[in-house]
Structures are given as structure tokens and as C-alpha cells.
């Protein structure tokens, strides 16, 4: 019986990879190189395929598969990235993102091993759902991942589908194109800001790390005698959300005001996730849900205010346990499941 899967979490900075037992367990430290993302598909690939190749050999077992968490629209039946915007490479002055890129393909030649991927975000939650809160039991789990944007996976079992359904555990919700599960773009308020994707009011637009940024420093032009503004030293370029939560632990009412804020948004989004799928678990995970209890707080009374009351009285809403390696136990989950899955 096969011991050990890699799981791989390709970023746009670093590419980091682990040998990972069926538990979940890591076998060795995560292997981290940078991922070149700017400088063309065979320079990233070169980068991802030594990453692997290294961790292999600090855990010293065969790995039986690779599982790869990559960011972007991921077309995981056929291994293609269909599009990811931080990859590509420059031409004169033009960057030319990845499309259609067979990155699956690509990595298994070069290792003969099999390869599965899938977006990185919604491999998260699928990690979160067999080696964190979920404990591969959950009724179902939805992640939100808050960071420099904000992504979000759907995990479904068979106690959340009426009919003929016969699969064990958990599985993704990843749509016709595998492009299902984008939460950060939930729509909270259609006349609200504009968010990178080009449409006004998602969530990652009101909650994204800049997002959270750009309210504490205006909230620090209006009180420049907070703590915060203190510990900034008076200084906007000093803000971060990290920040805000330091003064938050030391009582300071405008970065409470902050979270309670930011808090608020999220809870109307994560009402309608529980509205919409009925899940046993609703896992926070990124570091900016390291801001605690300020944050989850007003998450937890707003959605008091909009979700069903009787769906939540069935759910759960509590921080990710897996956060720092959410990417490569989302990958190695995805891989255990393509073994568990052979004859």
C-alpha cells in the first residue's frame, strides 16, 4: 500500500512541495524554491519539477502520485491551466498570461509519476475538509481564504444531495469548465466598488488585505492619536492588516472598528453560503483570519442577522486549522483520492 503522495502549492513567488501521508501527516519540512511565474512556462515548470524532485528525496518514500494546488481557472480533468494571470511571461512590453497551458502533462513526463491538479483555493478546502476541521467527516465544508484576494472552495458529501449519489467523503464542487467555487466574488452589493474582476460589490473587493489596508489608513488620517497611528508612527506606508490586529489586541477602538467592519461583510457573504448549501462547517482560513476573535465576532453576529435560522443552527463557523500548508494538503488530498481510486 503506497505511503506517501507529494502535495504541491504552486504561488505566484514560491513554488513548495511535501511528501504527505494518508493522515495528513508531512513526512519531512516543505521544499521551497521561487516559482518564476514571470519568466515563461519552462523556466516555472524547471522550478516546479526540482521542488518535487527534492522533496521526494527528503522524505526518502516513493511517492505513489503528485497533487498540485494551482492558482487560477484549472481544467483538472484534462491537467490544462486555462488561465492564471500571475503566470505568463513578458513580450517587449506585453505580459502574456498562461492559457491553456498543459502544466499536468507537462510535470508528469518529466517525473513519470501521476499527476492530478486543481485550483488552489479549492483544494484548500478540501484539505481543510480531511486534515482540519473537517476530520474528513464534516457534512459538507466551505473555506474562504482571505489574503491579497480572497478564494473560497465548496466541498460536498452524500448527506447534502438527495438521489443516487454513492461516493465516500468528500468532493469538490468545481463546475462544467472547473472554474466553480470563485466566493471572493460573491456580490454583496451591486452598486458597491469595483473589484478586479471587473464586476462592483464582491467581497474580495471590501475584504481583500488592500481593501483592509486602504480603511485602516484612512481611519488613521481621522484619528491620528489611535494605537494604531502610534504603532504606524504615524506612517500609512507602516499599515497592514497584520498591524491592525495588534492594535486590536491592545483595546484600540478603531482597529476593533476595523474588524467589525470587515467582519460585517463577511458575514453577509457567508449567510448566503450557508443559505445556498447548508453546510455543516464554514472554515476561515488565510492570514488575515489570524485577526481572531475581533473578526469572527462580527461574523458570527451577522450572519445571526441573514442566514436561515434553522440552517444555522446546523453549521459551524470556525478558523481553518490548516493554514500555513493549506496548499499542499489540498494537493496531496486531491492525490490520495486519484490512488484510492485505482483498482
Not at 56 to 82: C, E, F, L
Not at 287 to 311: M, S, W
Request: proline residues 5%; hydrophobic residues 45%; charged residues 15%.
Amino acid at each position: 500500500m503506497a505511503a506517501a503522495v507529494i502535495g504541491v502549492d504552486l504561488g505566484g513567488t514560491n513554488v513548495r512541495a511535501a511528501a504527505v501521508s494518508r493522515a495528513g501527516e508531512l513526512l519531512s519540512a516543505p521544499v521551497q524554491h521561487p516559482s518564476r511565474a514571470q519568466d515563461g512556462f519552462q523556466a516555472t515548470l524547471q522550478q516546479i519539477v526540482q521542488t518535487i524532485r527534492e522533496a521526494i528525496d527528503a522524505s526518502g518514500t516513493p511517492p505513489a502520485a503528485i497533487g498540485m494546488a494551482v492558482p487560477g481557472h484549472i481544467d483538472a480533468a484534462r491537467g490544462v491551466v486555462r488561465w492564471a494571470p500571475n503566470f505568463g511571461e513578458y513580450k517587449g512590453e506585453i505580459f502574456e498570461v498562461w492559457r491553456e497551458v498543459p502544466l499536468a502533462d507537462a510535470v508528469q513526463q518529466a517525473l513519470n509519476l501521476p499527476v492530478v491538479m486543481g485550483n488552489d483555493a479549492n483544494l484548500a478546502a478540501l484539505g481543510e475538509y480531511y486534515y482540519g476541521v473537517g476530520r474528513g467527516q464534516a457534512r459538507g465544508l466551505i473555506m474562504l481564504t482571505l489574503g491579497t484576494g480572497i478564494g473560497g472552495g465548496v466541498v460536498l458529501t452524500r448527506a447534502q444531495v438527495q438521489g443516487n449519489a454513492h461516493w465516500d467523503g468528500g468532493v469538490l464542487l468545481v463546475g462544467l469548465g472547473g472554474g466553480a467555487g470563485e466566493l471572493g466574488h460573491t456580490i454583496i452589493n451591486f452598486a458597491g466598488p469595483r473589484c478586479g474582476c471587473g464586476a462592483r460589490g464582491c467581497i474580495e473587493a471590501y475584504a481583500k488585505r488592500d481593501a483592509i489596508t486602504e480603511l485602516a489608513r484612512e481611519a488613521m488620517r481621522r484619528n491620528p492619536d489611535s494605537v494604531m497611528s502610534q504603532l504606524a508612527a504615524g506612517d500609512p506606508a507602516q499599515i497592514s492588516p497584520a498591524l491592525v490586529s495588534q492594535a486590536a489586541e491592545q483595546g484600540d477602538p478603531i482597529a476593533l472598528a476595523i474588524w467589525h467592519e470587515i467582519g460585517t461583510y463577511l458575514g453577509v457573504a457567508i449567510a448566503s453560503f450557508i443559505n445556498i448549501f447548508n453546510p455543516e462547517v464554514i472554515a476561515i482560513g488565510g492570514q488575515i483570519a489570524k485577526a481572531g476573535a475581533p473578526l469572527f465576532e462580527a461574523i458570527h453576529a451577522t450572519v445571526r442577522d441573514y442566514a436561515l435560522p434553522t440552517l444555522l443552527e446546523e453549521c459551524r463557523i470556525v478558523p481553518a486549522e490548516r493554514i500555513e500548508d493549506a496548499g499542499i494538503l489540498g494537493g496531496a488530498a486531491l492525490a490520495w483520492q486519484h490512488v484510492n481510486a485505482q483498482p
